[in-house]
């Protein structure tokens, strides 16, 4: 097994843009942690340093019940690979979020009412007013970067982009998040722009699908804010919803038009948020949220396992199995790998401890998950690459000329069930969950069980 100092690998929960952050079980505790590494030799001239150090600089003096927490850190360990290589890395071992992401959540069980996303929206806030408070902006905030507990509640994490700085000029983020004075080059605030993606974040919680793919004037939805005419927004928002404009409350609207003004002078200071009219209105008890994620988590469960589905029944062009190759899918032609001998695989386990709303059980054989998952590549991505020692596979697809990376792995669950979950690497959160959906339906009669009872 690798390991990591006094830490187990027991599997990679997700990789960013620096790190690969690992599910890590403590060698003398038993205690589970995301351990996010960082090699030391990626050739960033010293610059790898600093990113690791602000961020560790930051966390270390952070505690609060919405923020994720930095249990351990060190620059002198190794990095020991199962198969007896290893390398010197940075590492940080942080409080597992457990629950997953907030917006796979969404994504699978469907939009929140208003309600339900005040009650994350006063925790987002609370961990916004302590950072804040602390002089401390987040600057990468996205729906990647908000995790659930195993409780439901909401855990900000990747502090890696966050500044003590009260004026910052330098273009950290992702682009779809950025408040418009970050496109524009101009020195910002970080506290102002962590809020204006904030309204984002909220208004995806409602409406389930991002208020403009950027905040500048040439996006054909973000023009009308920056035109001063949030009522047009609001008509192109509410075309396809049920109850047209009413779709969401006047309080609401009046909220988001005003957190996503293109002025930052005209945006409400977190203070300001907090009074307004749809911040202050009732907001359902921890019990009501809990029965609520509970039933849509049932219901999700249900959902997954289609029984009276079809297998897809095709063989799989072997090659694709041999060796660590990047093959090309839709109709590209696989490479001529099939006098190789197939490799010998390790099945990794399922942790029960760590869920995520983008894997489902099967009790088909191994062989058989696999398989589908090669055909499923084969047809639906744009390149995949299959790994040499587990049974995963690292999945390329461009969809609506939006590119999403994903690893898909397969892990012993016991009881002769097997989980299939998606892991989004990155490129965009919604095509990865419509991707996961087709996925889920390509494995049709595959996908026939519930996760098994752990002991
Ligand atoms: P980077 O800073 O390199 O972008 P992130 O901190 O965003 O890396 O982590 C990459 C991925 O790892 C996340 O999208 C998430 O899926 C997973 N991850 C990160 N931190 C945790 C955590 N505390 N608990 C569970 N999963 C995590």
Redo the contacts with the bound molecule.
Sequence with gaps: MATCGEWNLLRT?????????K?ARNKTSGDL??L?I?KKDMGYDGGMDDIVKN?VEIMKNLSHPNI?NLIDFSDTEQYKQANGASEDVFYLA?????G??LFDFIAQTGKFSEEVARFYFHQLCDAFEYLHGNGISHR?MKP??I?LDNEFNL?L?????SSNQAKNESRKGTDNYMAPEIHLGQKYSGQCVDLFAAGIILFIMVAQHPPFNKASPKDPHYKTISANRPDLFWKLHSRNKPGGLEFFSPEFRELISSMLSFDPVHRPSLAEVRSSAWYTATVPSYDEVKEEFNQRKAALDESSAQEDQPFPTEEVDPSVFTRRTVHRGVGGELEDATKLPSLERNCVEYVPE?K?YTQFFSKSDLESLFNTLALFADKVTTEFEFSPEEYSSTLNILQEEKMVSMTVNILDAGDDTYCVEA??N?GDRFVFNDVYNKMKQFFGGHANASEPASE
């Design positions: 929960l997700g990789s960013g843009a620096y790190s690969e952050v599910l942690c995301a996010k960082m961020e994720i942080l409080e597992l979020a457990n997953g992401e990468d990647e970067n995790m855990k994490a990747d502090f890696g982009f760590f995520r892991v989004k990155n």
